[in-house]
């Protein structure tokens, strides 16, 4: 049997281990999830080691763990590659909105659904299953292959970059591949050359020292929601340009080059809108929205918290109002410089009768940028394109994965978007789903990239 | 046995029944409490005809339940009184902010803290146990008595008026006495002259359709929580100004002798910002702090939901974002058209790619200002400065209590305040409680008034 019957032949099951996969509610966000995350870790750990990889381990970090394998007898003349990718997922809320439960996998028209089923569940278990193929039939691997599987990307891997630090022997690669990403679309390969980086941070505003009522103190009082209100629409001008002084000054322009590049990728107005529902496209003035969305700053509000939430009138004052923030950055922004200025903005823009305080919260990440000369992104160009029959798109992300820079920085290797899923997915969103024909592809995709290394 | 020497011997057994009052959690806005505020109104009934109060009698309406009795055998030469209250209180939460649980009352350095200790079971109970002793030691009250209480006062009263109207046999009377309210400080009384009126309203702005990705669709769609803060800062100034297109045009200005009145009440604001604990007042600036408390209207966030609101970073770029506002009226503001005034400004003023709705919230109620020659508040002020050996301050209340303009407007009374809270005494917030001095001084003042208006 060629490893192609092989993967024909167990897909069923490859599904069923998917679903098993997706039941465990690895939520790295949540203190009361953390044991899940820890089992979906010895999950990927039993799994790998059912493919016929070797020294597939736990580590422990500050917080979620880290699973480590590999696969070594392919000979030192052979390249040895590092193949990333995460067991955790984002939380589920709002549950009401899921056609069916997250963590209860549902297969409706070629596609799974349930939290993580493409971010990244369904995706990391991809070049796993290529490598069982390839063991399964010809017993080795062309070449040498580590396997680097994390619990904490959905929360900025905060404690990774200790980690790699203390672990390099483990990772040592000749090119990094990175099972996180996603494809153009289920035609179309693509190239992901660039993403954001992130800084996260949480905005409080105190103004008394409990919640007060309503009638007894309002106009005595400032009211730390309208106060917030005011210091987050001082943060950004309703068109879209974010006012954080210096906030722009190390971003990199835009060169003409880049946005006829950018431009060159097809692009639909309506369909996005179709896509995300909103009302209109918005974004930073002077640019368009795929600039904005792939290679402009952004500073958005995850979430904010103030007093009564409940159903009904609670005729209260309250005491306290914050408010979530995530900024993503790109070349050459720096998530400390850029925390820093918003820091000072919001010392310098209190509002009168409440006092704000500014907390960094867990995850950062340096913007990342492929060299244009790149060869592991030139080879796994190459395959894209014998794969799907086409030249892959030249893009960028708008999202971010941390771990990436910290591998650059560290083993001094850009690593390589080669992922099978879609933007389309429902990531961090209800009714997450993969497709399923694609899963089958990008074990296709897998093996040629090993066979295609292998020289 | 005087009906002093019987409530001073029965003090221990009242304190007893009011710890059991409390103990019901009848919080009035949140529906799954529906049943608890119901057995505060049959506790009510079964207290009333134990203190030989007749026709205790529970009334439906189209929400929380009213409860009426009478005691009418004083003979139609004297007056007839209404006495009002309410058996329901406002949420508890935060929760962790009390120092012992909001509904397992406990008694500390002659304090009795509960959530409503004060507002308003304990205060509510007051004229019960003064007509008890008045009953129990003479066998008859020297002035007809009914008695009104409610189960939907913290949520604005919005099923009164129609129960008002339709009972209007059981509600009639020659002078109104609410047992809601609040005394000047333990040692000196208050005539309160004012209260402000109430409107209720939500505000929620929509995005996309669902919550994204903020890395994948940052820059690419509006972030509603972003506009909501622009929305909500374009309805007051940093100052305290309310911005909102003619929310000032029907409010009577002050004159220079009401403005002397307030400033002949004392006010330090020292110990205002220490009760408060806010760092600062903050309130329309032209005013005085104790003019904005209680003789200007605000528009005040009683609450803000948006997004992710649980531990650490969620990067998601949320769908949905609310307020709930509350405004505080003054003569001779329409809560109407100050919800009208209001959804316009929101139609005027939402920013670009989002939409924005408003609804009203349960509650409303017209600003409230006895006249100057009222001859149930003057009688009130002598039995009070009788009582507490002391003039009592003409005052004003920013609070609102929807029933007093109803039954204004179908009885044609001026409900007098004659209540024994005070302002300090942490209503609608963490450890509330009540002085069980003033509930035992309260108790002497309703039999006075009672005999007083006998003649």
């Known amino acids: 049997m060629s490893w192609a ?15 098993d996969f997706i039941r465990i509610p690895s939520v790295s966000a949540k203190p009361e999830n953390a044991g899940d995350v820890r089992q979906a870790g010895q999950w990927v ?35 040895t590659i590092l193949i990333y990718g995460h067991f955790d997922v984002q939380p589920a809320e709002p549950f009401d909105l899921w056609t069916t439960p997250p963590f209860e996998p549902t297969i409706r028209e070629d596609r799974i659904y349930g939290r993580g089923a493409t971010d990244d569940k369904g995706a990391m278990l991809v070049p796993i299953l290529a490598a069982e193929a390839l063991l399964a039939e010809t017993g080795a691997l062309p070449i040498n292959v580590r396997f680097f599987f994390e619990g904490q990307e959905e929360i900025g891997s905060p404690d990774l970059q200790p980690f790699i630090e203390g672990n390099l022997d483990r990772l040592q690669a000749d090119m990094i591949f990175s099972a996180d990403g996603s494809q153009w679309d289920p035609e179309t390969p693509q190239m992901v050359l660039a993403l954001k980086g992130l800084v996260s941070l949480e905005v409080t505003v105190t103004g008394a020292r409990s919640d007060l009522h309503s009638g007894m103190h309002g106009g005595g009082v400032a009211n730390p929601g309208m106060a917030l209100a005011h210091l987050l629409a001082s943060m950004k001008s309703p068109d879209g340009t974010i006012l954080v002084d210096g906030f722009y000054d190390d971003v990199v322009d835009l060169t003409e080059a880049d946005r006829a590049a950018i431009a060159r990728v097809p692009w ?7 896509e ?35 159903a009904g ?9 914050s408010a979530k923030i995530t900024c993503r950055l790109v070349a050459n922004q720096n998530p400390e410089k ?28 340096d913007p990342f940028l492929v060299p244009a000369g790149h060869n592991a992104t030139a080879v796994a160009g190459q395959v894209l394109e014998e794969v799907y029959g086409k030249v892959p798109h030249q893009t960028r992300a708008g999202g971010s994965i941390p771990v990436m820079s910290t591998l650059l920085d560290q083993l001094g290797l850009h690593a390589v978007m080669f ?9 961090h969103a209800p009714n997450e789903f993969f497709r399923l024909p694609t899963f089958r592809l990008g074990q296709t995709a897998y093996v040629r990239l090993m066979e295609r290394l292998a020289g």
């Open 338 to 365: 850029v925390y820093d200025l918003i820091a000072a903005h919001v010392a310098q823009n209190c509002p009168p009768g409440v006092t704000a305080e500014v907390v960094r919260n867990p995850g950062r990440a």
């Open 419 to 427: 992922a099978f899923g879609h933007a389309d997915e429902n990531q």
């Open 5 to 19: 019957d092989y993967l024909d032949a167990n897909q069923p099951r490859f599904i069923e281990e998917l679903c």
């Open 276 to 310: 995300t529902g909103a009302p209109a496209t918005h974004g930073e003035p002077g640019y368009t929205t795929r600039e904005n969305l792939w290679a402009r700053p952004t500073l958005e509000i995850n979430g904010m918290t103030c007093g009564w939430q409940g």
């Open 268 to 274: 639909d107005e309506a369909e996005y809108l179709a």
């Open 45 to 79: 750990i039993d799994r790998l080691t059912a493919a016929g990889i070797e020294n597939a381990q736990m580590y422990e970090t500050a917080g979620h763990p880290v699973v480590c394998a590999d696969w070594l007898h392919a000979g030192p003349d052979k390249p």
């Open 313 to 321: 009138t609670k005729t209260v004052l309250p005491s306290v109002a």
